[in-house]
């Protein structure tokens, strides 16, 4: 074939683009491993040290897979590339703690329109710190470079991640109980849900990322990028000193609808607005959009990351040890006869 031939780097794919990207990343990938972890990245798959399994009685394996939504074009149009990762673990991680399960180790997947190897590794580093806050290893991942496919600052990102769990410790709806109290930990924000609405509301409102609301005390495009919370590691610890039989992480579909997720087909959670008030920018986002109040709690987690639903005597003893590891909690409801549903009555103060 002649030099003027087709190629695959003619074609916008720069193999050498995603090597430098992957020296990069190497050292803020390496803080993610313990000793369980086998080798480093680079190979075909990533090794991890499963031996602790055999000690345990009858270890279930549990697995989780997720993105960030389209958050990433705020991240994009920001030039801010170094949270979105945090946003992916949560989004994954999160999701593997509701039965109870500790993250072993994730996996991500980055595809650019072109590989920028600054910014695969900035976005990589932001994975990273995410998964040492929720105490797993990133063991692996892949970058692909989709040109044609995505413009050339485009992106997307999606991870898995796998835990483990006694089978005598699994959390779920068999454990929740009528009288049980349903506390609510408090978000970061909007986490990583409902932003294909926030995007409308900006465009429709020609809203400015720059712009600096009096109600949120920063910039409108810093609001919305604050990394969704890891909770990972407080609802272990939750679990292992109170009496915990169900959680629910609040992503999509809103408070009532996940809740209902882990509730026996024989009682329902009774949620009281009163007991908190959303932060402002989902006020903010109401008014703007003018976006009714049922709509707003179907998309949004309006403050609620988690919750957690406790035996009626620990109550006050999980709510202590959250705020002692810099979470806010507090009743935020309680378990009623009912038909599996998540109710929300009254108003917010």
């Given at each position: 074939?002649?030099?003027?031939?087709?190629?695959?780097?003619?074609?916008?794919?720069?193999?050498e683009?995603?090597?430098?990207?992957v020296a990069?990343?190497?050292?803020?990938?390496?803080?993610?491993?313990?000793?369980?972890?086998?080798?480093?990245?680079?190979?075909?798959?990533?090794?991890?040290?499963?031996?602790?399994?055999?000690?345990?009685?009858?270890?279930?394996?549990?697995?989780?897979?997720?993105?960030?939504?389209?958050?990433?074009?705020?991240?994009r149009?920001m030039?801010?590339?170094?949270?979105?990762?945090?946003?992916?673990?949560?989004?994954?991680?999160?999701?593997?703690?509701v039965?109870?399960?500790?993250p072993l180790?994730?996996?991500?997947?980055?595809?650019?329109?072109?590989?920028?190897?600054?910014r695969?590794?900035?976005?990589?580093?932001?994975?990273?710190?995410?998964?040492?806050?929720?105490?797993?290893?990133?063991?692996?991942?892949?970058?692909?470079?989709?040109?044609?496919?995505?413009?050339?600052?485009?992106f997307?990102?999606?991870?898995?991640?796998?835990?483990?769990?006694?089978?005598?410790?699994?959390?779920?709806?068999?454990?929740?109980?009528?009288?049980?109290?349903?506390?609510?930990?408090?978000?970061?924000?909007?986490?990583?849900?409902?932003?294909?609405?926030?995007?409308?509301?900006l465009?429709?409102?020609?809203?400015?990322?720059?712009?600096?609301?009096?109600e949120?005390?920063?910039?409108l495009?810093?609001?919305?990028?604050?990394?969704?919370?890891?909770?990972?590691?407080?609802?272990?610890?939750?679990?292992?000193?109170?009496?915990?039989?169900?959680f629910?992480?609040?992503?999509?579909?809103?408070?009532?609808?996940?809740?209902?997720?882990?509730?026996?087909?024989?009682?329902?959670?009774?949620?009281?607005?009163?007991?908190?008030?959303?932060?402002?920018?989902?006020?903010?986002?109401?008014?703007?959009?003018?976006?009714?109040?049922?709509?707003?709690e179907?998309?949004f987690?309006?403050?609620?990351?988690?919750?957690?639903v406790?035996?009626?005597?620990?109550?006050d003893?999980?709510?202590?040890?959250l705020?002692?590891?810099?979470?806010?909690?507090w009743?935020?409801?309680?378990?009623?006869?009912?038909?599996?549903?998540?109710q929300?009555?009254?108003?917010?103060?």
């Amino acid at each position: 074939m002649s030099a003027s031939g087709a190629s695959y780097a003619a074609s916008g794919v720069d193999i050498e683009a995603g090597d430098r990207a992957v020296a990069l990343m190497r050292a803020a990938v390496s803080k993610t491993a313990g000793p369980e972890v086998v080798g480093g990245i680079g190979g075909f798959a990533g090794l991890f040290d499963a031996s602790r399994l055999a000690t345990m009685r009858r270890p279930l394996l549990a697995t989780s897979t997720d993105g960030v939504g389209t958050k990433v074009v705020i991240t994009r149009r920001m030039g801010s590339y170094g949270t979105i990762g945090i946003d992916l673990v949560g989004m994954v991680v999160d999701d593997l703690v509701v039965c109870g399960a500790e993250p072993l180790f994730m996996t991500d997947y980055i595809v650019c329109g072109k590989v920028v190897p600054e910014r695969v590794a900035e976005i990589v580093g932001g994975i990273a710190e995410g998964c040492v806050l929720a105490g797993c290893a990133l063991i692996g991942g892949e970058t692909a470079e989709h040109p044609g496919h995505f413009g050339p600052d485009e992106f997307d990102l999606a991870g898995a991640a796998t835990g483990v769990v006694e089978a005598d410790s699994l959390l779920g709806p068999g454990l929740v109980k009528v009288g049980d109290v349903v506390l609510g930990l408090a978000s970061s924000g909007l986490h990583s849900n409902g932003f294909s609405l926030v995007r409308q509301i900006l465009d429709d409102a020609d809203l400015d990322l720059d712009a600096e609301p009096a109600e949120l005390g920063q910039p409108l495009g810093a609001e919305l990028a604050t990394p969704t919370r890891i909770y990972a590691r407080d609802c272990l610890a939750l679990a292992r000193d109170c009496q915990v039989h169900a959680f629910a992480h609040i992503t999509g579909g809103g408070l009532a609808a996940n809740l209902a997720r882990v509730l026996p087909p024989d009682a329902d959670a009774l949620l009281h607005r009163s007991s908190w008030t959303p932060p402002p920018v989902f006020g903010l986002l109401a008014g703007y959009g003018s976006v009714d109040s049922d709509e707003m709690e179907h998309v949004f987690n309006m403050g609620v990351g988690m919750t957690a639903v406790v035996a009626p005597a620990d109550a006050d003893q999980a709510i202590g040890l959250l705020t002692q590891r810099g979470v806010l909690a507090w009743p935020l409801g309680e378990i009623v006869v009912g038909s599996g549903q998540a109710q929300v009555t009254g108003r917010h103060p």
